[in-house]
């Protein structure tokens, strides 16, 4: 009988090659031994398979690779349905890792059974400077974290989490919400009652791209959320509220990406005009 994992890292791919070094190598220094990774590839037409298969000898390692294109979301089930973990984690195939992060999250999820979904803070990789940018600043505890959610906020890195998979798998990714699926996913899990919980110390980096910040991308994603956030509690901001909280966060990933002091204050200064109350609650 085969042994199940103690954790199963699910990643979905699509045209990520130049990145996969970073993240197996990441895996490979891992201070803890017991997972699988599934790693499914969406299609990819770069040297995504061949870098994936480079790594079998190394790692314990299942490449699904599609023969086309599905979506993230689609893919991310494909593969939830193929872990064999005891819990669940997820880390994007563009981001990388430090050693000690699955060590930390499966004991905290041992000592605290309660705990349905565990995150983690960030540090911010600018992928054009190749160093840490910041960091995130997510709340620690279940009744804070529900309540960003209801107030249309993100309190969970989709790329750090790690989950009870008995839990995680009553729930799959609507392919149809995508770009905003971790917000609907996480919305989903509250609802039913989820526990929550993020360790404090940032455990995964987390790259961030210039095309990310531009102010129309931006834009469209607060206002997928917005929309998904009045599908799942009943309340969403208006026109000028939406508006305030797209320049906050379209002004505080400026002053991320930011390459001297001078800008980064001037771009923190109008994320704090903007949405004064999420902007002091990231400190």
Not at 203 to 228: D, F
Request: proline content about 2%; hydrophobic content about 40%; overall charge positive.
């Amino acid at each position: 009988m085969e042994e199940r994992p103690t954790v199963s890292i699910l990643t979905a791919n699509y045209n990520k090659s130049e990145y996969l070094r970073d993240y197996f190598d990441s895996i490979l220094k891992s201070n803890f031994s017991d997972f699988e990774i599934v790693f499914v590839d969406d299609g990819s037409t770069d040297d995504s398979i061949l870098i994936a298969n480079s790594y079998k000898s190394k790692l314990n390692l299942r490449v699904i690779s599609l023969e086309c294109n599905v979506g993230f979301s689609n893919a991310l089930n494909i593969g939830l349905n193929k872990v064999k973990g005891e819990f669940v984690m997820r880390l994007d195939s563009d981001d990388f890792m430090l050693p000690s992060r699955i060590d930390r999250q499966v004991s905290y999820l041992r000592k605290h059974p309660e705990v349905d979904i565990l995150g983690s803070n960030t540090f911010y990789f600018n992928h054009n400077r190749r160093s840490v940018a910041g960091r995130s600043y997510f709340p620690e505890f279940n009744a804070d974290i529900a309540n960003e959610f209801k107030h249309g906020d993100i309190a969970l890195c989709h790329g750090a989490i790690m989950g009870k998979s008995a839990f995680y798998k009553r729930f799959k990714y609507n392919q149809s919400a995508f770009p905003f699926e971790e917000y609907d996913l996480f919305s989903r899990m509250v609802l039913a009652g989820g526990v929550f919980c993020n360790l404090n110390d940032p455990l995964t980096y987390y790259r961030m791209y210039n095309q990310n910040a531009s102010y129309k991308s931006i834009r469209t994603r607060e206002k997928g959320i917005n929309l998904l956030r009045e599908k799942h509690f009943n309340h969403k901001l208006n026109e000028i509220g939406l508006t305030c909280k797209v320049l906050h966060r379209f002004f505080y990933r400026k002053a991320i990406l930011s390459g001297t002091l001078v800008l980064r204050i001037a771009f923190l200064g109008m994320a704090a005009l903007c949405w004064p109350k999420s902007f002091f609650k990231r400190f």
